[in-house]
């Protein structure tokens, strides 16, 4: 059975960095397409051929990486803004995790 449990959110001020992580198990990471999506926008997605894509709302401060070991997805965010402030989810497929919540204050 898939599952995907993201954490990492936080409150931070406009500026900082953040990590989330998102854990799979079920499936093997590396072999599916998987991707961050902040509300119902798309956000970066990586490949399973190690690819990486990005909303031009993030390009150039997130990145979107795997830890194969660990089986989990991470997305690193640098030069936050209170623009990126939302709900943000792992998904393959139709598969979604419940969620980690990232607030960021002017």
């Known amino acids: 059975q898939v599952h995907l449990v993201e954490s990492g959110g936080a409150s931070v001020q406009a500026g900082g960095s953040l990590r989330l992580s998102c854990q799979a198990s079920g499936f093997t990471v590396s072999s599916y397409n998987m991707r961050w999506m902040r509300q119902g926008q798309w956000v970066a997605s990586i490949t399973s051929s190690g690819?990486?894509l990005y909303a031009d709302s993030v390009k150039g401060r997130f990145t979107i990486s795997r830890d194969d070991e660990k089986n989990t997805l991470y997305l690193q965010m640098n030069s936050l803004k209170p623009e990126d402030t939302g709900m943000y989810f792992c998904?393959?497929?139709?598969?979604w995790g419940q969620g980690t919540q990232v607030t960021v204050s002017s």
């Open positions: 690819s990486t």
């Open positions: 998904s393959m497929g139709d598969n």
